[in-house]
């Protein structure tokens, strides 16, 4: 069975760095995706960054162009959020998805096949 956990969560301070990472363990899906949501309480569901595996492109969100960065192993189906730059608007629950499908344009809304069960992001002064 497909099994994607997140890691590496935590209490960071203002300005500070964390990385996350995600496996999807059981997951060969080499046309597929993993990406990366956060949701803050009370908000919807934010699209973070998707890998469309078969070509390693990463589309990211506008909202954190210049200060997350993921990246990816190819083989092992494990995907990094590097953030940087942390702001209070961060904290959030952040959740990894992986899919059969590749991202294409609408990643951010479609309904995705396996998802973690998340990790919490706290960023404080």
């Known amino acids: 069975q497909v099994q994607v956990a997140e890691s590496g969560g935590g209490l960071a301070q203002l300005g500070g760095s964390l990385r996350l990472s995600c496996t999807a363990s059981?997951?060969?899906?080499?046309?597929?995706?993993m990406a990366w949501f956060r949701q803050r309480p009370g908000q919807e569901r934010e699209g973070i960054s998707c890998?469309?595996?078969?070509?390693?492109?990463?589309a990211y969100s506008d909202s954190v162009k210049g200060r997350f960065t993921t990246s990816r192993e190819k083989e092992t189906f494990r995907i990094y959020l590097q953030m940087t730059g942390l702001e209070e608007d961060d904290t959030a629950m952040y959740y990894c998805?992986?899919?059969?499908?590749?991202?294409?344009?609408?990643?951010?809304?479609?309904?995705?096949?396996?998802w973690g069960q998340g990790t919490q992001v706290t960023v404080s002064a």
């Open positions: 998805a992986a899919d059969r499908l590749n991202c294409g344009n609408g990643w951010r809304k479609r309904a995705l096949d396996y």
């Open positions: 059981g997951f060969t899906y080499v046309g597929g995706s």
């Open positions: 890998v469309s595996w078969a070509t390693g492109a990463i």
